[in-house]
T-cell receptor
Framework: QKEVEQDPGPLSVPEGAIVSLNCTYS??????FMWYRQYSRKGPELLMY????GNKEDGRFTAQVDKSSKYISLFIRDSQPSDSATYLC??????????FGQGTRLTINP | GAVVSQHPSRVICKSGTSVKIECRSL??????MFWYRQFPKKSLMLMAT?????????EQGVEKDKFLINHASLTLSTLTVTSAHPEDSSFYIC??????????????FGPGTRLTVL
């Protein structure tokens, strides 16, 4: 079993839709939970970062962490074609290395 | 946010040659740098972690003699792929962060280097 599981998609939705991306994990010790966005042939960029359980909102993006279920989510409201990218969840224990999910390829259709 | 650059962005080489990729933190001092490898439509696979002035720590299955990592300063790390072969063709991405301590410090990723070995 992989430490972090993420549905690779692809996921295709119409512009304006609400997008839900999810990851599950097995290591209950993870403390930090991140979502990265990666455009084709580019490096990942950090979208959201959450410490422990709870919600965090930034504009159209909301990150949720449910440590009891070992489940994290990223919601994108009012999705735009420019949101089309691969979204990677990642987790970290203390100052240790990042553990990435497989990434979900998302396409927003105009 | 902090900026990490990589050079070159793309390189094509012949089988058997060595290729050096540079990773620079442009506006901060990176005590730790990471090197990742990414295959098409796949996630990032950590190859090694390097701390400035120390030997790199390689992940299981990564050949240290093939992928030479040097982190000689707080702003520069290099990855050298020695005697490259077609199976080494991939997208190589570095990241950098400041001192980890016991807490989370954001990793800033470079734009990646696409290596093609003929």
């Amino acid at each position: 079993q992989k430490e972090v599981e993420q549905d690779p998609g692809p996921l295709s939705v119409p512009e304006g839709a609400i997008v839900s991306l999810n990851c599950t994990y097995s290591n209950s010790a993870f403390q930090y939970f991140m979502w990265y966005r990666q455009y084709s042939r580019k490096g990942p960029e950090l979208l959201m970062y959450t410490y422990s359980s709870g919600n965090k909102e930034d504009g159209r993006f909301t990150a949720q962490v449910d440590k009891s279920s070992k489940y994290i989510s990223l919601f994108i409201r009012d999705s735009q074609p420019s949101d089309s990218a691969t979204y990677l969840c990642a987790m970290q224990l203390g100052a240790q290395k990042l553990v990435f999910g497989q990434g979900t390829r998302l396409t927003i259709n105009p | 946010g902090a900026v990490v650059s990589q050079h070159p962005s793309r390189v094509i080489c012949k089988s058997g040659t060595s290729v050096k990729i540079e990773c620079r933190s442009l506006d901060f001092q990176a005590t730790t740098m990471f090197w990742y490898r990414q295959f098409p439509k796949k996630s990032l696979m950590l190859m090694a972690t390097s701390n400035e002035g120390s030997k790199a720590t390689y992940e299981q299955g990564v050949e240290k003699d093939k992928f030479l990592i040097n982190h000689a300063s707080l702003t520069l790390s290099t990855l050298t792929v020695t005697s490259a072969h077609p199976e080494d063709s991939s997208f190589y991405i570095c990241s950098a962060r400041t001192s980890g301590g016991g807490n989370y410090n954001e990793q800033f990723f470079g734009p990646g280097t696409r290596l093609t070995v003929l």
